[in-house]
């Protein structure tokens, strides 16, 4: 080895003993971060706003993290009544009396969760269920909507933790909920509904689809329930929205708003509601739900009211008379002035249905005029319903009179339609018989209806349930309508005209008599003859 080698190596070794000599750096502690519960379309975000070193599970030496923003802050330091202004410089030490007072604020109202929202920037790291190391020190962790689906079904919230060991943030965004229902009931077997206390409608009463009368005025509840972080919003707005289709009409003056049970106020101070509202929609608009002392998180708010099933539009059998509603509430405690969300519409169908009676000769094909017929439904608190009809002739034709009189008369009807009805027991009359025909005897029929949300099926059925053994044959309808069926009327007896089988007799009887006269007096003159 030469000399200028061994110099070289020699070198090399008393630097590998320097180095070896110099205290490694510490690194920085690093303790696994998770959020529990998150909810599907969003994105949290930990941005690090403090690092420190950790001593068991205390954190020294506390300086700015990675995402602080290098912007001027002024607070009052805990105890001391003058403002204080500081600037933050990443990975300098923070302030004492600042850390002092960020340990004093309270993490779950929005007041802190705007003000730790607004000492961070940057990109961040994006946490999830499964867990992941970042360094120990605090963090603000922010909700983002990560699809535009999501924004309209759930709320937003911010976060502050300190991560000195393993921490699952437990996620408490809330979701408020949407319903909407229409209450049914069968006029025959059930009470009747009571239109004047709709809150007071018994629970099992209430569903998504109903089927009701022409005329009924139909009974609609709206359930909105208030989302679990309504505490954390200083102004919570609420409103729902409410659209009626079809055939039914607004009963302008049923509306009633309920918080938690509790009848609310229409007006313009906080906690109250304001209530816009035309024939076919209205809109009842909570502006500041926090002032209401019922309102809470987990509460609803109930809105009950009825709409008038309307003969001239109403679309019997499917697809119904359609109805939605939607809630617009608060979703983002940070930002109350343009945070809104909303829920998915809300649905509710009204069915009715009709029933279609043919007036038949008894060659069971050729209309029949002359003939009227009354449809009765039996009633559960007693008495009978009268169903109004439609008459139309053979050509099908309405038989109603115009004014000058000109129009085919109620006596040629042939059919008739019996228009808006529900389920019940039925009895259907021939009031009115055609000359020289029997009248048929009255015939008693239940409508039984099974409806859903999407569609609805009818079936005819004898009172008790059984299927239907009348002397009549009912053909469904297409669509779900109802039911049609031929009333076949057949002839009496012949009946004498006047003058007719009375003297008939006298005649007969007449002739016998003379004939046997007749008969006498040949034989008294053939035996006078032979004496």
């Known amino acids: 080895m030469t000399k200028n080698s061994k110099l070289v190596l020699a070198l090399i070794l008393a630097a590998m003993m320097i180095v070896s000599m110099i205290p490694a750096m510490a ?23 403090f690092v420190g070193d950790l001593s068991g599970t205390t954190l020294s030496n506390v300086k700015w993290g990675s995402n602080a923003k290098i912007e001027a802050i002024t607070f009052t330091p805990v105890g001391k009544s003058e403002t204080k202004t500081i600037t933050p410089a990443v990975g300098s030490l923070v302030d004492e009396e600042f850390l002092e007072y960020c340990e004093s604020l309270t993490s779950n109202t929005k007041a802190t969760a705007d003000f730790f929202g607004d000492l961070v920037t940057g990109t961040g790291t994006v946490i999830t269920a499964t ?48 319903k909407k229902e229409v209450a049914d009931v069968n006029d025959t077997s059930d009470t009747a509904l009571d239109t004047s206390n709709l809150i007071g409608i018994d629970a099992s009463k209430w569903s998504t689809s109903a089927d ?4 009924d005025h139909v009974p609609f509840k709206l359930t909105t329930t208030i989302a679990s972080d309504f505490a954390k919003y200083d102004s919570y707005y609420l409103a729902v929205n409410d659209t009626l ?27 109250q509601y304001s209530l816009t509202k035309a024939d076919k929609s209205f809109k009842v608009e909570f502006t500041k739900l926090n002032g209401n002392a019922k309102a809470a998180a987990g509460k609803d708010v109930v809105i009950v009211y009825t709409a008038t ?16 509603s939607y809630a617009e509430f608060s979703n983002n405690p940070n930002d109350t002035q343009t ?27 050729t209309p029949l005029k002359g003939a009227e017929f009354t449809l009765t439904k039996a009633l559960q608190a007693g008495g009978t319903q009268t169903i109004a009809v439609i008459k139309y002739d053979k050509d099908g034709n309405a038989t109603t009179k115009t ?129």
């Not at 009409?249 to 049970?261: C, N």
């Not at 099933?309 to 939605?324: F, K, Q, R």
């Open 131 to 178: 867990a992941q190391n970042v360094d120990t020190g605090y963090y603000v962790i922010k909700d983002a909507y990560a699809v535009a689906s999501a924004a309209q079904t759930s709320t937003l919230s911010t976060y502050v933790c300190k991560v000195v060991g393993p921490t699952a943030i437990e996620n408490k965004a809330g979701t408020t909920t949407h």
């Open 245 to 271: 289709k079809d055939g039914l009409i607004l009963d302008q003056d049923s509306i009633k708003v309920y918080v938690d049970g509790v009848l609310a106020t229409e007006g313009n101070e906080d906690g």
């Open 27 to 49: 690194a920085q502690e690093q303790a696994a971060l998770s959020i529990s519960n998150p909810m599907d379309g969003h994105t949290y975000t930990a941005y690090q706003l």
């Open 403 to 531: 004014a000058d009189g000109t129009a085919t008369s109620e006596g040629d009807a042939t059919q008739f339609s019996f228009n808006g009805l529900d389920d019940g027991t039925y009895t259907l009359t021939e009031t009115v018989t055609p000359a020289g025909y029997n009248t048929i005897a009255p015939v008693v029929f239940k409508v039984e209806a099974t409806h859903t949300a999407e569609g609805t099926t009818l079936a005819i059925k004898n009172a008790d349930g059984s299927a239907f053994s009348g002397t009549l044959t009912f053909t469904k309808i297409s669509d779900e309508q109802g039911y049609s069926t031929d009333v076949v009327n057949k002839k009496g007896a012949t009946l004498p005209s006047t003058g007719g089988v009375g003297t008939t007799i006298f005649y007969v009887a007449g002739s016998i008599l003379v004939l046997a006269a007749a008969i006498l007096l040949i034989t008294k003159r053939r035996m006078g003859a032979n004496d």
């Open 309 to 324: 099933l309307d003969s001239a539009t109403a679309v019997i059998g499917n697809p119904g008379n359609w109805n939605e």
């Open 212 to 215: 009701h009368d022409f005329g």
């Open 339 to 365: 945070g809104k969300g909303q829920t998915p519409k809300a649905t509710a169908v009204v069915f009715t249905y009709k029933t279609v009676v043919n007036k038949v000769d008894e060659d069971e094909t």
